[in-house]
T-cell receptor
C-alpha cells in the first residue's frame, strides 16, 4: 500500500541553524501539506501546496518557513533560522483532492529538537 | 474562530467494553469530518464523513455525522488492547484540516 515517507525521522539542531525536512508524498496525490505537533498539544496546520505554489498557510508559517517541490517526488519544508519553540513533530501529508474533500494521508513524522 | 472539541479527553475501559467518543465542531466552510487514530507517531486514517446520518463502518469501528447539531461520534465495540491510542477528530475546510485535541483511550486487559 502506498505511503507518505519522511526523512530524517529525528533531527537535532542548534538554535539559529537551518533545517530541511523531506517528504515523499503518495505518487498520484496532487495536494501536499505540512503540519506540526508540539509535545502534548494538538496537530496544527502549517501550509498546503498545490500546482507548485502555496494554496494556504497558517499564522505559524511565517517568513522563516518555506516549502518547495524540487523534483517530481520530493516535498520539503525549510526552517531558515530555528528557534527553541520550533521543537516539535513535523508531519507531511498528501491527498488526491483538495478543498477539504480529500482524505489526507500522513507520513511518520520528523521529530525536530532545537537546542 | 474555528473549533473542534473532543470529549472525553481520556478514557480507561476494560477489554470487551464498548466506547463512544464524541466530537463537536464549529467550523466555517465545513467540507468533511475525519477520524484518525494516533498511536506512537503519525495519525492513521479511519473515516471520512461528509453526509449526515450515514454510518460508516470498519470492523468494530463505526462513525456517524450530524451536520445539523454539528457533531460526530466514533464507536468501538468489543474493545481490544490494540485499540489503545489517541483518537483524533478533524474537520476539513479550504485546504487544511483542523484537529481536536484528541481522546486518549486506554484499554485494560
Amino acid at each position: 500500500e502506498p505511503e507518505v515517507t519522511q526523512t530524517p525521522s529525528h533531527q537535532v539542531t542548534q538554535m539559529g541553524q537551518e533545517v530541511i525536512l523531506r517528504c515523499v508524498p503518495i505518487s498520484n496525490h496532487l495536494y501536499f501539506y505540512w503540519y506540526r505537533q508540539i509535545l502534548g498539544q494538538k496537530v496544527e496546520f502549517l501550509v498546503s501546496f498545490y500546482n507548485n505554489e502555496i494554496s494556504e498557510k497558517s499564522e505559524i508559517f511565517d517568513d522563516q518557513f518555506s516549502v518547495e517541490r524540487p523534483d517530481g517526488s520530493n516535498f520539503t519544508l525549510k526552517i531558515r533560522s530555528t528557534k527553541l519553540e520550533d521543537s516539535a513533530m513535523y508531519f507531511c501529508a498528501s491527498s488526491v483532492r483538495g478543498r477539504g474533500d480529500g482524505t489526507q494521508y500522513f507520513g511518520p513524522g520528523t521529530r525536530l529538537l532545537v537546542l | 474562530e474555528d473549533k473542534v472539541v473532543q470529549s472525553p479527553l481520556s478514557l480507561v475501559v476494560h477489554e470487551g467494553d464498548t466506547v463512544t467518543l464524541n466530537c463537536s465542531y464549529e467550523v466555517t466552510n465545513f467540507r468533511s469530518l475525519l477520524w484518525y487514530k494516533q498511536e506512537k507517531k503519525a495519525p492513521t486514517f479511519l473515516f471520512m464523513l461528509t453526509s449526515s446520518g450515514i454510518e460508516k463502518k470498519s470492523g468494530r469501528l463505526s462513525s456517524i455525522l450530524d451536520k445539523k447539531e454539528l457533531f460526530s461520534i466514533l464507536n468501538i465495540t468489543a474493545t481490544q488492547t490494540g485499540d489503545s491510542a489517541v483518537y483524533l477528530c478533524a474537520v476539513g475546510k479550504d485546504d487544511k484540516i483542523i484537529f481536536g485535541k484528541g481522546t486518549r483511550l486506554h484499554i485494560l486487559p
